[in-house]
């Protein structure tokens, strides 16, 4: 009777239920929400500035190459309470560490970290446009370049993923790209960061050309790019940018490694370390201090001067006793603990390997830092210091038969600023003289161990080194199962 | 009031008076017993016309002519037809339905007859919820049906319950969906309904919930709200009762004298000085626990309007409820008032509507709870020697102990919420086979928040002191909507095959925000003045903040019942949904199930058993889902990261990456498989129904699984993804048995009574060992944990072996250095689990689980007379606690089992050496872990109804009295307040810091019907 009508009803509903059907995707897609996520960021300026500030903080996690790297070498022995203390760090003194090290872990983590965060902004250079973009990726690919010259440095071969993120699902499928591949990349960063940047940075603490120049400089010299190398640390030497701290007025090369010596002329890049906000032991990358001070620091020391620390990295007596005893350095970079405290009546205990001398270059100072304070030290980590960049010059052009007579005269503006008499030797003497020198001058500072393996002088030097293997360090077990056979291991390991 | 007759009569042929010879037939309509039945049917055959008996079982049809078939039909008993010759008074007996098997269970997206259901599906009827006199309507569920535990998370007022169905089988979200009258929703919304508005909840316990798809894993709570009925009189009923709360427990403590010679005791052994050289003056010294625990009340009113007329139905009501805690109940209070709408309007043959709004307000306030710092983890801490009102000036008690008393004082908080809740929907019929159904569901709802923290000083040092007093405020808007749109095809073909095809779909809409602000330096330091208009203060830190949120779900579902001849049944379901919980890629999927029946009581071979009056067999299978453990959008990255770097010697922040994203999170899968058997016996008597099931609960979203460091989660603020990488099953066996009998017309009663029995395991963690949870002690590991091969959140500490009795056999032992100290006579030993000669952190293992076993409830209810009794009990086995609400701390007070202690070889081995020496005993072992099972009497009920005669000269319908106990009595070993204490975490639940005690309630209630 009403058949027709209902039928239309019918109609009426299926239809709207296929309409609600048909805008469905839609109705899944309206969703707003007022949150920041990684995929509608880099609006503006600042928002770029604040990613490469998250660049910059992994640096402050480096500490444990230096602090491990020193160790490696035969400049210092691994200290600490007991042969079981930082288990990483003491099989890395005795040159039996193994894929399983927590320590080298996270050297592979924290700077890959690193390299992350980098490619993260590089990933939407091309988002938003503004005035000095260009300098902000200068900065970001110097950052990379860093923390890939570190992992390259450690581990050789690594897996590199262009201007973005890697994704998960890359450990199976990008491979370890060859060491050429990486320092390919390394140096058009490093190139691109110096033609795009000056020698002032718009705020303390951030890379310059001047750092990029000599970063680019050791990276050469790694690979025994001599006229490369020498070309470049010239360009630093010449910008008459620097100088070496303690040779002009109001300067005490004493004062160094001491607060007030803190981004001076004569660092070319610092990495920077506060004492105003700590972490735990559960998170030591999260430390705003220098965790690697606080471990180098005297076993319960009580005195003057300093704060006490764990005894990690202890030099050797070989290393103090090559100073010549009227070279300033001497006391300033290694302390004997013995004779201070005989001096100040200072006591301390001796730990694990104990050698009667610390890493004073950086030992805690007394301070007012906050939280745990052997955590949260505030000493600045002079990475690339103008001696340094003195020095590697010198080697390139002696090395690399360029120019011995320019090699001496910076190897002697070094040796001169320690009150020891020039060199004038040449040749392979001038090489073994820069060798020594480029030793004392950095004892401490993290270079030896990668300065032995790249000159081929570590089996010598290093008890316990097995060439062909220990001159990279293995990639962590964990990493090799992550990539379900991608990755292979490093020879030997 | 009821004498009047329903005079909604409506004579739809009388219009037509054309019909020569008609006549009227009017009668009574009783029961076996002589009962009149009020409500039958009563048509005429053949035409859609008729009536219904009134209060009395009175009914009148007019315009019946010779050879008129009248149909008598009644819920619950078998229709009748008589054929009119010339009688025209007609009084009817109706015979209760042998099988009763009639009643209408809701479903989802339908209704199905009880015989025909074929997947593992329990009704709670308003009779139980007048039985529990449950305070908030979840309560309800605990213990009246199998399979369904409900966990309190406080006995303080308007404290949240958790329901688990069939177990725990999530590391995160594990609540059921409950759909009140179609409108999806949660447990926090089932509690702040008002109970006696429910008029019945279906629980669906296996795959009969894949109806709902990725929301069903959990299981599903249909609730049906209370309606007028059709032709119904008006009815007023008003019913009240009045309570007074005492606390159930006390935990035994050392008085004042005990706990100073204890404390010489530990002070002596530690080789120090007494600390109280003289204790003749101590006495017993404060008792805080009588200073804190106090009798409140409790009231409780409830009025209502029903009724109908020939097309309309409709019911409005009011309730409020006032709880006051037995902790300070002046600042512990919980609020509901309700007020509630429900209208059904038949607009034709074809369409109908109905709608119905809830108003819900409540008012709570609360104090510090389940914590270290909780106001009772005080009361058992603080020294007996304090006076009531003594502060620790001195640092005594360590820096967490304060007065509980002053802690109350310097409370004041209070949280109101405002909701509007309720469904519009309308029902189309085209033909009678056919019906489609549109349908919204709605909740608006406002809450919002302040909690003022004055200036206070408990001592020095203490972290509980506030040196500038702030006064945070919050709103939160939390909205939804639950859109259905669906049909329904049921026929039946050559009086064999019976279809029923349901299809439709389901959108649904979460959406909200929260805005959060704080103002400092409140004016006179008082809670008169604590808001953040009145406050001056500004901080160096961030004080506001905010969130919003939009989830969306769609779906499209169908499902198929067929029967043949009524004895084979058989269903398939299945449902596609999207949620937007999840990645584009990952947020949609399809959630198959099937199920199957056979009534073999309907076998020619069994017909006519006088022993069996019933037997079916059923079975389902289906896969389920769960996105509520979507919530953190795990496929998004936030740029939560750490950026802190030092640029011109100043810290600086910037935006860094945070926890690595896993765009392939997708939500949890439950593949749930079910057998059952209902069983009736003896004429109905008895009822049984018995199941058992098995659920394997796949794609947990577990946190923090290591991935390669190549992405970048070793930064600061780095974190590893969470991923679909667990696996845990749960299988069980439920029984349940119900007896009923009637002895002569004075004297009939009931006895349920239900088990479940549950084992729970967790199978798979794929790339990480374990995650930790819950918190023991200070600065002590997490003690909970999810792990393949052990109960979701067991605990895992040090087994034990009582006590060293001397101190050659402490030597003698593997040392258990590692763990504090060496052991001397009188410290816990140990159990070496490894074998490796030292006692250390290797050598932690299973110590128990939070999860019971084995959970019971036995439900007894009589009539004799006037006089009405109702019981209900739950009991729990075999559920473990993690006692945690002592403080390791020298001087804090102990429990009184100290008196027990080891005081030399032989005197104890179990409850150590007191000393205030380094220890190992402190870590978490056995010692630490209880057996909480426990079985209660959670309500008894003795009610008089007065007799009808003396009702009806007072114009009464009906008036009852009753009193009632909630809480009677728990029978357990557990030490502590309350064995049920949980929070009710997976991971980190059955911790007791000093749990608020579910209180003991006696009352008195009035029901009255007008």
Not at chain 1, 269 to 277: K, L, S
Not at chain 2, 149 to 172: D, F, H, K, Y
Not at chain 2, 811 to 823: K, N, R, V
Request: glycine content about 10%; aromatic content about 12%; overall charge negative.
């Amino acid at each position: 009777m009403k058949l027709n009508k209902q039928n239309f009803k019918i109609v009426i509903i299926l239809l709207s239920m296929t309409s609600l059907m048909g805008c469905s995707d839609e109705y899944l897609e309206e969703t707003e929400e007022y949150t920041i996520d990684s995929e509608n960021y880099f609006n503006s300026e600042q928002d770029y500035i604040d990613a490469l500030i998250g660049a910059y903080d992994p640096l402050q996690s480096t500490y444990v190459n230096v602090l491990l790297g020193e160790i490696a070498s035969d400049n210092t022995v691994s200290g600490g309470e007991s042969a079981t203390d930082v288990i990483g760090f003491q099989q890395v003194d005795e040159m039996n560490h193994t894929p399983v090290n927590d320590n080298i872990d996270d050297v592979w983590d924290w700077n890959f970290a690193g390299v992350q965060r980098a490619n993260y902004i590089l990933e939407f250079r091309d988002k938003t446009d503004f005035e000095g973009k260009d300098r902000i990726i200068a900065e970001t690919r110097f950052l990379r370049a860093y923390f890939n010259f570190e992992l390259v440095k450690w581990f050789g071969p690594i897996p590199l993923s262009g201007d973005q993120r890697f994704q998960l699902g890359d450990e199976t499928s990008v491979p370890r790209s060859p060491v050429s591949e990486v320092y390919a990349q390394i140096e058009s960063d490093l190139q691109f960061a110096i033609d795009n940047m000056d020698y002032t940075a718009p705020q303390i603490g951030r890379a310059t050309k001047g750092s990029a120049q000599a970063l680019l400089g050791k990276v050469y010299l790694y690979q025994d790019n001599f006229q490369q190398a020498a070309d470049v640390l010239e360009d630093v030497i010449e910008s008459g940018q620097y100088h070496l701290y303690g040779t002009q007025a109001d300067e005490d090369y004493t004062n160094l490694f001491e607060q007030v010596g803190e981004n001076s002329a004569e660092s070319v890049f610092e990495i920077q370390y506060t004492g105003e906000e700590g972490a735990g032991f559960e998170c030591l990358q999260c430390s705003e201090g220098n965790v690697a001070v606080g471990f180098q620091g005297i076993r319960n020391y009580t005195g003057p001067v300093f704060e006490p620390g764990f005894s990690f990295n202890l030099p050797v007596e070989e290393v103090y006793n090559l100073f010549e005893e009227n070279d300033i350095r001497r006391d300033y970079s290694v302390l004997d603990i013995e004779a201070w405290a005989a001096e100040t009546g200072a006591t301390y205990v001796e730990g694990y390997k104990h050698t009667g001398y610390y890493n004073r270059k950086y030992l805690p100072r007394q301070n007012n830092n906050v939280g745990d304070a052997n955590l949260t030290q505030p000493n600045n980590y002079r990475a690339i210091r103008y001696a340094d960049v003195l020095l590697m010059a010198a080697e390139a052009l002696n090395r690399g038969g360029i120019n011995d007579q320019l090699a001496q005269n910076y190897l002697n503006m070094v040796r001169g600023r320690a009150g020891l008499e020039p060199v004038n030797a040449t040749g392979a003497s001038l090489t073994d003289a820069i060798y020594e020198d480029r030793r004392l001058e950095l004892v401490g500072e993290g270079h030896r161990f990668f300065d032995l393996v790249r000159t081929g002088r570590a089996a010598n030097a290093i008890e316990g080194f097995t060439p062909n293997k220990n001159e990279l360090f293995p990639i962590p077990l964990e990493e090799i199962e992550f990539s379900q056979g991608n990755w292979e291991q490093n020879p030997g390991y | 009031m009821k004498k009047f007759t329903c005079l909604l009569i409506v004579f739809l042929s009388g219009f037509f008076g054309a019909y020569a010879q008609s006549f009227s037939v009017s009668g009574l309509v009783s029961d076996e017993n002589n009962m009149p039945l009020l409500g039958v049917n009563v048509i005429v055959k053949g035409e859609s016309r008729g009536t219904t008996t009134d209060f009395d079982g009175n009914y009148t049809v007019e315009n019946i002519s010779l050879g008129d078939v009248l149909q008598y039909s009644y819920v619950g008993f078998e229709t009748r037809e008589i054929t009119i010759n010339d009688q025209q008074i007609i009084n009817v007996t109706l015979q209760t339905d042998s099988e009763s098997l009639e009643e209408v269970v809701v479903i989802g997206y339908g209704t199905q007859q009880r015989k025909d259901i074929t997947g593992s599906v329990s009704v709670v009827s308003d009779e139980a919820i007048r039985g529990l006199q449950p305070i908030q309507t979840t309560q309800a569920l605990q213990g009246t049906t199998s399979g369904v535990v409900v966990t309190q998370t406080s006995g303080a007022p308007g404290a949240s319950l958790n329901i688990n169905i069939r177990g725990i089988a999530s590391n995160t979200e594990n609540g059921p969906l409950v759909i009140i009258d179609g409108y999806q929703t949660d447990v926090q919304s089932l509690s702040n309904l008002n109970p006696s508005d429910v008029e019945s909840m279906t629980i669906l316990k296996d795959a009969q919930a894949a109806i709902y798809g990725v929301a069903g894993a959990n299981g599903v709570i249909l609730v049906t709200t209370k309606t007028g009925e059709l032709n119904m009189a008006p009815t007023v009923s008003y019913d009240t009762y009045y309570g007074v709360q005492e606390t159930s427990r006390q935990v035994p403590l050392l008085n004042a004298t005990e706990y100073a010679l204890l404390l010489n005791e530990s002070y002596a052994n530690g080789g120090q000085d007494l600390i109280f050289p003289d204790v003749s003056e101590l006495g017993d010294g404060t008792d805080f626990q009588d200073a804190v625990f106090q009798t409140s009340p409790i009231i409780s009113h409830n009025l209502g309007l029903s009724g109908g007329t020939e097309k309309v139905t409709y019911s409005v009501g009011g309730s409020h409820l006032r709880q006051e805690g037995i902790i300070a109940p002046e600042k512990t209070q919980y609020k509901r008032s309700t007020a509630k709408v429900s209208l059904g309007v038949e607009i034709s043959d074809a369409f109908d509507i109905d709608f119905n709004t809830i108003y819900t307000n409540i008012d709570r306030n609360s104090i510090n709870e389940n914590g270290l710092g909780s106001v009772l983890f005080n009361a058992l801490n603080i020294a007996p020697t304090f006076d009531i009102d003594q502060e620790d000036q001195t640092g005594f008690l360590g820096n967490e102990i304060i007065n509980p008393l002053s802690q109350i004082e310097n409370t004041y908080n209070e949280y109101n919420l405002d909701k509007f809740n309720g469904t519009f929907g309308l029902n189309f019929s085209p033909i009678d086979e056919l019906v489609f159904t549109s349908r919204i569901g709605y909740n608006f709802g406002k809450s919002d928040e302040k909690i003022f923290s004055p200036i206070a000083d408990f001592g020095p040092g203490k972290v509980f002191n506030v040196t500038r007093s702030t006064v945070n405020q919050n709103r939160i808007n939390d909205n939804n909507y639950t859109f259905d749109l669906f049909g329904k095809y049921e026929n039946t073909f050559n009086d064999a095959h019976h279809i029923t095809l349901t299809g439709g779909m389901t959108v649904i809409r979460n959406w909200g925000d929260g805005l959060y602000a704080t103002g400092y330096d409140v004016p006179n330091n008082s809670w008169e003045f604590a808001d953040i208009s009145l406050t001056t203060g500004t901080s160096t830190e961030k004080s506001n903040d905010s969130y919003v949120y939009d989830i969306r779900k769609l779906s499209f579902f169908g499902r198929v019942q067929y029967d043949f001849q009524g004895k084979y049944l058989v269903s398939g379901m299945l449902r596609r949904d999207s949620s937007t919980r999840f990645s584009p890629e990952n947020r949609t999927d399809y959630f198959p199930s099937v199920t199957a029946g056979w009534i073999i009581s309907e076998e020619s071979f069994l017909e006519d058993s006088d022993l069996l009056s019933f037997l079916k067999l059923r079975g389902s299978y289906g896969i389920l889902g769960n996105d509520e453990v979507g919530q953190n959008q795990f496929y998004r990255a936030l740029l939560d990261g750490e950026a802190t770097y030092v640029l011109d010697g100043q810290l600086i922040n910037g935006r860094a990456l945070g926890g690595l994203p896993n765009p392939s999170a997708k939500w949890e899968e439950a593949e749930k498989m079910n057998l059952g058997v209902d069983l009736r016996m003896l004429n109905n008597k008895i009822d049984i129904t018995t199941d058992i099931f098995r659920e394997e609960r796949r794609d947990l979203l577990i946190p923090f699984i290591p991935v390669s460091g190549i992405f970048g989660t070793g930064a600061p603020g780095g974190s590893s993804p969470t991923v679909n990488a667990g696996t845990t099953v749960n299988q069980g066996v439920e029984f349940s048995i119900k007896y009923s009998e009637n002895i002569g017309n004075d004297f009939n009663f009931n006895v349920g009574y239900n088990v479940t029995y549950i084992d729970n395991e967790v199978t798979e963690v794929n790339g990480a060992e374990f995650i930790a949870g819950g918190a023991f002690g200070v600065g002590q590991p997490q003690p909970s944990r999810f792990e393949e091969g052990h109960s979701i959140g067991y605990f895992y500490g040090y087994k034990t072996d009582g006590l060293f009795q001397t101190q050659a056999e402490a030597d003698a032992a593997p040392s258990q250095m590692a763990l504090g100290a060496e052991a001397q006579a009188g410290d816990i030993k140990y159990v070496d689990i490894n074998n490796d000669g030292v006692i250390n952190t290797d050598d932690r293992t299973d110590i128990g689980d939070p999860i019971a076993d084995v959970t019971m409830g036995l439900n007894f209810s009589m009539n004799y007379k006037n006089f009405d009794f109702s019981a209900y009990a739950y009991a729990s086995l075999g559920n473990d606690m993690v006692r945690n609400y002592e403080r390791n701390q020298p001087n804090v007070n102990r429990p009184a089992y100290y008196l027990e202690r080891w005081r030399g070889p032989g005197t104890s081995n179990e409850v150590p050496r007191l000393t205030t020496g380094a220890t190992s005993n402190n870590v978490l072992s056995e010692f630490y872990v209880e057996d909480a099972s426990y079985a209660r009497i959670q309500n008894v009920q003795l009610g008089y109804s007065l007799p009808d005669d003396l009702l009806e000269r007072i114009k009464i319908d009906r008036l009852r009295i009753y009193a009632s106990v909630n809480n009677l009595y728990t029978f357990t070993k557990y030490k502590g307040f309350d064995p049920s204490a949980t929070t009710g975490e997976p991971i980190g639940g059955g911790i007791d810091y000093g749990f608020y005690p579910v209180p003991r309630i006696f009352s008195f209630g009035v029901n009255l019907t007008l």
